[in-house]
């Protein structure tokens, strides 16, 4: 009899174990100002890489908030030829603007900072390995800050930062301007390095929260500016 009750104990405990972890990662993740600020259900950012990427990044980087900072999460950001400028993350801190490109990539990762297209390495299995093309993330950012510039004044600094997931190896990446690209787990580390090198400029808080309220009309985007991103981006 109480091998029977021990045995049911253990069981419990072994079905509560996941539960519990799914509850109290549930709980964090409605708390947080990643769900305030996007609104995205719970399913939808743990069933998509790309969503699922934004609120790691968020994470890594939630300590800022601590400092007064702010953020913006998937903007639809309007360019000058008619198309849009999908931005992933806005860090806003007093001493400038950091616009965060998120590759929730795994594999092997090599790019130069002056090439086009990068690659993305991945194993097949029995020794082989398939290669994916993607566009280099540090053009593409520069893309984004030139739209997000139309947007505000001229003297704020922003700063391009390319984050790729823990999943994935930098194995041979060359970059040798002022572009940050690091790791989701290393970037608040890199952030603030950067941070300490900035002594010549603080945003006023009132310039900071004008200029929050004019990109955060791009954030929160309707389906048919999504769809007319994705139509015009072919």
């Known amino acids: ?49 790309g969503k ?23 903007l639809y950001v309007p360019r ?9 993350v806005i860090l806003f801190h007093p ?16 790019g130069n900072e002056n090439n086009k297209y990068w690659t993305q390495t991945l194993p097949v299995g029995r020794g082989r390995s398939h290669k994916e093309k993607f566009y280099n993330p540090i053009m593409q ?3 984004h800050i030139r739209a997000i510039r139309k947007h505000i004044n001229n003297t704020i600094p ?8 823990d999943n994935c190896t930098l194995k041979d ?3 040798k301007s002022n572009v940050i690209v690091t790791y989701y787990s290393n970037l608040a580390r890199e952030i603030k390095y950067k941070l300490s090198e900035i002594n010549n400029y603080t945003m006023a808080p009132e310039l900071m929260n004008e200029t929050y309220n004019k ?11 999504k769809y007319k991103h994705i139509y015009n981006s072919r």
């Open 1 to 49: 009899m109480e091998d029977t009750i021990l045995i049911s104990l253990i069981i419990t405990f072994i079905i509560a174990i996941p539960i519990i972890r799914f509850i109290l990662r549930y709980n964090e993740y409605k708390n947080s100002n990643y769900y305030r600020n996007t609104q995205n259900s719970y399913w939808s950012v743990f069933g998509d890489s």
């Open 52 to 74: 699922y990427g934004e609120y790691r990044l968020y994470q890594y980087l939630q300590s800022f908030e601590s400092m007064g900072c702010k953020f913006l999460f998937n």
């Open 80 to 88: 000058d030829n008619g198309k849009t400028s999908e931005i992933d």
């Open 95 to 110: 001493k400038g603007l950091f616009v965060i490109e998120s590759k929730n990539y795994s594999g092997w990762i090599f």
């Open 141 to 143: 950012n520069a893309t």
């Open 158 to 165: 922003v700063y391009s930062v390319i984050a790729f997931s």
């Open 173 to 175: 990446v060359t970059v």
């Open 215 to 225: 990109l955060s009309k791009y954030a929160n985007v309707d389906e048919m500016t």
